[in-house]
T-cell receptor
Framework: EAGVVQSPRYKIIEKKQPVAFWCNPI?????LYWYLQNLGQGPELLIR????????DSQLPKDRFSAERLKGVDSTLKIQPAELGDSAVYLC?????????????FGPGTRLTVL | GNSVTQMEGPVTLSEEAFLTINCTYT??????LFWYVQYPGEGLQLLLK?????DKGSNKGFEATYRKETTSFHLEKGSVQVSDSAVYFC????????FGAGTTVTVRA
């Protein structure tokens, strides 16, 4: 079974430029998550989707970040415009359900460098 | 709010040594607890989990027991190998996954 797929794996951009990350979850997983991981820290949740609905976006900086999950399958996370402080690894994860016992499976991440 | 505190690293061990990584948590509900591992150059992988008090999760020789009375979920392995070198993350899920800062473990031959 294929795992969570993310692209690109690496992205280098100039500040103020836009950038987008793509994620395809494990087939059949209704719940999708985007996390931000800074160097030397654990991941922090940005947004959680159940099917196509964003049910928790309280940690998403909505002035520059946006996300969508059309048709409830794959998802895109966008930053516009990017700032130097956005340099980090962006992780996508998926789970079968949204219960506390459900395991989240992570993709390899996209490492963003903003110059 | 919920939080996870885990032992700071880095931790350096010799092969066949005993490994313990301490993890304590604060939660208002009844969370599930997880250990994830990140090998060099790879993504986060589930190592083991426990969904209720007194449950023991185990995988690849690693074990952790969900202790509600001490709010802990310490990770242990009796005899580590070089291939266990990685970053280990403790996490709790109370409808939102909260991670500790990670502990870097290096095992020397």
């Amino acid at each position: 079974e294929a795992g969570v797929v993310q692209s690109p794996r690496y992205k280098i951009i100039e500040k103020k430029q836009p950038v987008a990350f793509w994620c395809n979850p494990i087939s059949g997983h209704n719940t999708l998550y985007w996390y931000l991981q800074n160097l030397g820290q654990g991941p922090e949740l940005l947004i959680r989707y159940e099917n196509e609905e964003a049910v928790d976006d309280s940690q998403l900086p909505k002035d520059r970040f946006s996300a969508e999950r059309l048709k409830g399958v794959d998802s895109t996370l966008k930053i516009q415009p990017a700032e130097l402080g956005d340099s980090a690894v962006y992780l996508c994860a998926s789970s079968l359900g949204a219960g506390v016992e459900d395991t989240q499976y992570f993709g390899p991440g996209t490492r963003l460098t903003v110059l | 709010g919920n939080s996870v505190t885990q032992m700071e690293g880095p931790v350096t061990l010799s092969e066949e040594a005993f490994l313990t990584i301490n993890c304590t948590y604060t939660a208002t509900g009844y969370p599930s607890l997880f250990w994830y591992v990140q090998y060099p150059g790879e993504g986060l992988q589930l190592l083991l989990k426990a969904t209720k008090a007194d449950d023991k999760g185990s995988n690849k020789g690693f074990e952790a027991t969900y202790r509600k009375e001490t709010t802990s979920f310490h990770l242990e392995k009796g005899s580590v190998q070089v291939s266990d070198s990685a970053v280990y993350f403790c996490a709790l899920n109370d409808y939102k996954l909260s991670f500790g800062a990670g502990t870097t473990v290096t095992v020397r031959a």
